[in-house]
């Protein structure tokens, strides 16, 4: 989204509305898509949509009539658990079909048995999606959406005499409050324990990943209204996010593909159920040689949130100039 050079102090709750409406525009768009084909990427952008319209509700909650904020999040946030099986499997099915077997044609064909039962599974999945969808009513979701972003510009009828006076001092006070917020954010991944027993818990690395993706949008979504180097930071945090997610893609098909192995095994498919073992090794070691980029990326990023977010006592630039990507 693109929105016109503004003046900061006089429409930052027009840009916020705008931020709201874009990316339920960018859900709709992307839910049409799956209407009609088995579109992978379109099914990551709108889950992603979904995660930056909360993320932006949260960020800027001071700014909407609070009787409609926990509503919105609470069905936005339906959707994105709708959306989250059919992404795992997506995820699955890219991954088993890159990855280069080692062990020889018994891998290969546990490879090719595992990828035709996930291409059925998703198949099968997406439907069910598609009608969890159609309940959660996207248009009634959207009319919500629009009334909430609509709060966050809405002049009284009868304004008193000193509405705007007031509404100029709610801006500014918050826009100070943006610093102080965005250090919130980096809390937990700056306090994220570097070691090599945290590197290897999945549980505490893939919590790392969910920290750094929200600080991420939250640099993307304030970057014009602060001076803080928001863009550099979010691409740090993208790098970080992406390498962590790599090896969370990794962790999702070695649990999968560990309940199919021990499936074929109770059916007496001993060659498929070797060849998974096989696949397994490949995976376990694709996994381990994300363990250096990971430490490598969380070192940077922290020394970066360190040196800006600590001399982040900032002053407000006076135009908003915004490219918010998907």
Do not use: W
Request: net charge neutral.
């Amino acid at each position: 989204m693109k929105p016109s050079p503004t003046t900061t102090a006089d429409h930052v709750q027009a840009y916020v509305s705008e931020l709201i409406l874009h990316f339920m525009s960018v859900i709709q768009n992307n839910y049409e898509k799956l209407r009609v084909e088995n579109h992978a990427g379109a099914l990551h952008d709108m889950r992603v949509a979904t995660r930056r319209v909360r993320e932006t509700i949260t960020l800027f909650e001071p700014l909407f009539l609070a009787a409609r904020i926990n509503k919105s999040l609470s069905n936005v946030k339906k959707v994105t658990k709708v959306l989250g099986l059919p992404r795992e499997v997506d995820v699955n099915l890219k991954l088993i079909r890159e990855l280069q077997p080692s062990g020889g044609l018994v891998a290969r064909a546990a490879s090719e048995h595992l990828n035709a039962i996930l291409e059925e599974e998703q198949s099968r999945i997406r439907k069910r999606m598609l009608r969890r969808l159609e309940k959660t009513g996207l248009k009634s979701l959207r009319d919500e959406l629009t009334q909430l972003a609509h709060s966050a510009t809405t002049t009284p009828f009868k304004p008193h005499l000193l509405f705007e006076e007031h509404q100029a001092a709610i801006r500014e006070n918050f826009l100070k409050l943006i610093p102080r917020i965005l250090q919130d954010r980096a809390t937990p991944v700056l306090n994220f324990e570097l070691s090599p027993s945290s590197l290897e818990d999945d549980h505490a690395v893939h919590q790392l990943r969910i920290a750094t993706k929200k600080l991420r949008y939250a640099f993307e979504i304030t970057r014009p209204l602060v001076s803080i180097p928001c863009e550099e930071l979010a691409r740090d945090c993208r790098a970080l996010q992406d390498v962590i997610g790599a090896q969370h893609d990794t962790c999702m098909l070695i649990e999968r593909l560990q309940r199919h192995e021990a499936e074929l095994s109770s059916r007496n498919l001993a060659l498929l159920a070797d060849g998974s073992r096989q696949l397994l090794e490949d995976l376990l070691e694709l996994k381990k040689g994300y363990l250096p980029r990971i430490e490598a990326a969380y070192i940077h990023l922290r020394e970066k949130l360190a040196k800006e977010l600590v001399q982040s006592e900032t002053s407000t630039p006076e135009v908003v100039h915004s490219n918010t990507s998907d």
